[in-house]
């Protein structure tokens, strides 16, 4: 690992918001484990963003861990406080799936709680002052490290790739691959199916398939890159109000009272969408 | 951005949170919440079963209260139309019983009556002897009378 100065003194403001921008990022290249100095292309598969995965894992895990041992010791009589938080959460939950999803599906309801409750915390990330844990990291012989695992794009288009397979997968389930490549094809405009203006239906198809293509592919784009759009913007003004000296810190409190709606807000639009996604994906009455 | 290992490790995390999530959490907490929301309905019902029972008890109770409250009215009534039967019967038999012991009282007195004047009699006409026998002593002088007395004595 190579060491570098951290002094705010020694460094320019470009250095530090890169610095806070930059994933600690591991690969192996030639048999070794190389830290930091990966030639990372578009698509490099033999490079991990350490910092966003075990973030990301452990948040979920420790989620996952805590709602585990509430479920375990659920009661239908009198629930504990930690018991009425969790219910009321997957309440909620339950709630907006109910409204938005007509149909019969044991995923939805627990897809929905995991997105919502993993992104919400990924993004709860944002709210610990920048430089606490880089700084603490940097003192532990860790050279970087990015805190919110939601402001790196791998992690948002995991998550909403996986949406978008499930899509699909229930698309074909419940519609058939004919009626899946049905709704594709023959919507918004209805191809003619008798007389002379028949000869004119490929384009009619062709025209719908680009058409719908498109709003079917710009589903996983838009929900990834909204909430990655959303969290590696504030992170930023975060770090930018870090470079203001003393006058950061009420600048700093009224961003993050700000950004508490916009976590909460992300993390349940995502949900919202997956809903709602998912529920098209049932939806047979085209 | 560029796109490595962290996407898929990502995706296959998310797999598995989410297999867990469905498999050992969502339907505990909403089997919990769903018995709870039967608990509480069932509760709901039993309330208002026991208000309709609490409301047709004391409809019955009123009754009975009604029905206590008009039986105690005639017993007292029946109490007392006896009791004045009562007090007139115990008049009238001390009516009689006062005639009946004036009468005794009467006759009694009668009969005192009677002895007292049988007796004065008799004491009268002691007192009339002896007070003739006085005056006849007195009246008979030895000197006077002594040849009278002599005859008489002669005679006895």
Request: net charge negative; proline share 3%.
């Amino acid at each position: 690992m190579e060491e570098e100065a951290h002094g705010a003194g020694a460094q320019s403001a470009s250095d530090y918001i890169n610095h806070h921008l930059t994933n600690l990022q591991v690969c192996r290249i030639d048999g070794e484990w190389v830290w930091n100095h990966c030639e990372a292309g578009l698509f490099s598969l033999n490079v991990l963003n350490v910092d966003s995965m075990v973030i990301a894992f452990l948040l979920g895990a420790g989620f996952l861990y805590l709602f585990r041992r509430v479920a375990k010791n659920a009661t239908s009589g009198r629930p504990g406080k930690l018991q009425t938080a969790i219910e009321l959460l997957v309440g909620f939950v339950d709630g907006s799936v109910k409204d938005a999803f007509q149909g019969h599906n044991k995923v939805i309801a627990p897809l929905s709680l995991t997105i919502f409750v993993w992104v919400f915390l990924m993004n709860l990330m944002d709210l610990i002052p920048v430089d606490w844990l880089p700084e603490a990291a940097a003192a532990a012989g860790v050279e970087y490290l990015k805190v919110v695992p939601t402001t790196d794009p791998n992690i948002t288009f995991a998550m909403s790739l996986s949406v978008f397979v499930l899509v699909i997968y229930y698309s074909i389930k419940i519609k058939g691959f004919g009626g899946f490549t049905k709704e594709l094809t023959m919507h918004p405009f209805t191809p003619p199916t008798r007389g002379i203006g028949i000869v004119t239906a490929p384009f009619f198809i062709a025209f719908n398939f680009i058409l719908e293509g498109v709003s079917l592919l710009s589903k996983p784009l838009s929900l990834s890159l909204r909430l990655f759009g959303n969290m590696y913007a504030g992170e930023l003004i975060f770090i930018l109000i870090a470079l203001l000296g003393l006058y950061q810190l009420p600048l700093h409190f009224g961003w993050a009272v700000f950004h508490i709606l916009v976590i909460t807000l992300q993390a349940f639009i995502f949900m919202v969408l997956t809903i709602v996604y998912l529920s098209q994906a049932h939806d047979t009455g085209h | 951005m560029n796109f490595n290992l962290t996407f898929i490790g990502q995706t296959i995390a998310m797999i598995v949170f989410v297999w867990f999530c469905m498999k050992y959490i969502w339907p505990f907490i909403m089997g919990a919440i769903e018995a709870r929301q039967n608990e509480i309905a069932d509760g709901l019902a039993a309330a208002e079963r026991g208000r309709s029972d609490l409301a047709k008890a004391k409809g019955e109770s009123e009754q009975l209260i009604a029905e206590a409250r008009e039986r105690a009215r005639l017993i007292v009534d029946q109490a007392n139309t006896r009791a004045s039967e009562i007090v007139e019967q115990a008049r009238a038999e001390g009516e009689q019983e006062k005639v009946r012991q004036l009468e005794g009282a009467r006759s009694e007195i009668e009969v005192e009556i009677n002895r007292a004047r049988d007796d004065l009699r008799a004491e009268v006409v002691a007192i009339a002897v002896a007070g003739a026998e006085k005056l006849l002593a007195r009246e008979i002088d030895a000197s006077d009378h002594g040849e009278m007395l002599d005859r008489l004595a002669a005679e006895l």
